[in-house]
């Protein structure tokens, strides 16, 4: 089975920004659609974009449009997620998700703080 592996999170203040990388074993990866979530301490996991097994349809929720942007590289056996513009409020683990394939990543963990 394909397995998922985030890397690329880490502590930034507010305003600033990071790449979240997520890298599969296998070309399995490029069958699904990939789908990035994420979950805050004490909350739910929540969606937070998701993109085509070809790179097409983009999708991203509300509160990150236009600071977030999910692209692959199947060619490459990866994901990304790159996160500009941080809040507070994105301060959550983050995770990588091939919902065809049934798998996640491990998680990373993303902290915005002063």
């Known amino acids: 089975q394909v397995q998922l592996v985030e890397s690329g999170g880490g502590v930034v203040q507010p305003g600033g920004s990071l790449r979240l990388s997520c890298a599969a074993s296998?070309?399995?990866?490029?069958?699904?659609?990939m789908e990035w979530y994420r979950q805050a301490p004490g909350k739910e996991r929540e969606w937070v974009a998701s993109?085509?097994?070809?790179?097409?349809?983009?999708n991203y929720r509300d509160s990150v449009k236009g600071r977030f942007t999910i692209s692959r590289d199947n060619a490459e056996l990866g994901g990304y997620l790159q996160m500009r513009g941080l809040w507070l409020e994105d301060t959550a683990v983050y995770y990588c998700?091939?919902?065809?394939?049934?798998?996640w990543g491990q998680g990373t963990q993303v902290t915005v703080s002063w």
């Open positions: 296998d070309i399995t990866f490029a069958t699904s659609e």
């Open positions: 993109i085509g097994s070809v790179g097409d349809r983009p």
């Open positions: 998700h091939a919902p065809r394939l049934h798998v």
